[in-house]
């Protein structure tokens, strides 16, 4: 039910965009997440926004990433400028049923996820 793509190989300083899509029901009560996780790491979290159009972001991506949302596609968006080496990682976009003005940042809240896209950063 969901689905990540626009993941790929890009050298440091550049950008991408992921996309995801949701099937099965309206995405407008929903919040949606990006998470990452890193060879040998645990999986962290990226960003989120709310049903009420809130954004969330980890410190470590704040000011390089801009997380967005559109429902009339039921689909959501993960732009990543300045890319550094440190984002090398599989990304996952999930989805909870969660009508909150603020989105959770805790992997654990959410119910349906993604395969993943690989993002690699790399000279």
């Known amino acids: 039910q969901v689905a990540e793509s626009g993941g790929g190989l890009v050298q440091p300083g550049g950008s991408l965009k992921l996309s995801c899509g949701f099937s099965?029901?309206?995405?407008?009560?929903?919040?949606i997440g990006w998470f990452r996780q890193a060879p040998g790491k645990e999986r962290e979290f990226v960003s989120c926004?709310?049903?009420?159009?809130?954004?969330s972001y980890s410190d470590s991506v704040k000011g390089r990433f801009e997380i967005s949302r559109d429902n009339t596609k039921n689909a959501a968006f993960l732009q990543m400028n300045m890319l550094k080496i440190d984002d090398t990682a599989v990304y996952f976009c999930?989805?909870?049923?969660?009508?909150?003005?603020?989105?959770?940042?805790?992997?654990?809240?959410?119910?349906?996820w993604g395969q993943g896209t690989q993002v690699t950063v790399s000279s």
């Open positions: 999930t989805v909870e049923p969660w009508d909150g003005y603020s989105c959770h940042t805790e992997d654990d809240d959410y119910d349906y």
């Open positions: 099965g029901a309206p995405l407008n009560f929903h919040a």
């Open positions: 926004i709310s049903s009420h159009d809130m954004p």
